[in-house]
């Protein structure tokens, strides 16, 4: 069940003052970065926070009923409070990574390697044009994922996960492709 933003982040914010002691940085990050999604359109923010030790993560759907977006955060004192964004390709290419490397290896190996931690910088650019820069950031591990996408026609592209850490390697493109 999706809520409308304002009652979401009523929710988060109940979430976070239960979660962590006041004042924490990342009550006033998650009310800035749910403020810049609704600006973007990003007004459909789902109800379900899901927890990992220190990290938390939730994900918003755009008005167009195409778009998405999906928020990491972590309260580890370490990580100096991070949040980050991933939208579009970069969701698709983190989902189908996850399923195969669960499929091939385990869950484990996923987290490691496509758990992001750290942000080094965002992606830029979209499906229908492609990125002019990917996602690319620390796992988990403590090595770097990097997610691009590529537009190759009308309505296709590929995804390229290129995810590594100390003793693990990952390295796989995807095909996109819409009847739009």
């Not at 980050?84 to 969701?91: A, D, L, R, V, Y």
């Not at 490397?101 to 979209?126: C, F, M, Q, T, W």
């Amino acid at each position: 069940m999706h809520l409308g933003l304002d009652v979401t982040a009523q929710t988060l914010s109940n979430y976070l003052s239960d979660r962590f002691q006041k004042p924490d940085p990342i009550h006033a990050q998650l009310e800035e970065i749910n403020q810049m999604m609704a600006n973007a359109g990003f007004t459909d923010i789902d109800s379900k926070v899901y927890i990992d030790a220190q990290n938390l993560s939730y994900y918003a759907n755009h008005e167009n009923n195409v778009d998405a977006c999906l928020v990491f955060a972590t309260a580890n004192k370490e990580s100096n409070d991070w949040i980050t964004m991933f939208e579009g390709p970069s969701i698709l290419g983190m989902a189908w990574a996850t399923e195969e490397i669960v499929a091939v290896d385990s869950k484990n190996k996923a987290r490691e390697l496509l758990y992001p931690v750290k942000d080094i910088h965002h992606s830029k650019g979209d499906l229908e044009q492609g990125y002019s820069r990917p996602t690319k950031y620390t796992n988990r591990s403590g090595g770097v994922t990097e997610i691009d996408y590529n537009k190759t026609g009308k309505n296709s592209g590929v995804i390229l996960v290129d995810a590594q850490g100390p003793g693990l390697k990952y390295n796989k493109e995807f095909t996109v492709s819409s009847v739009a």
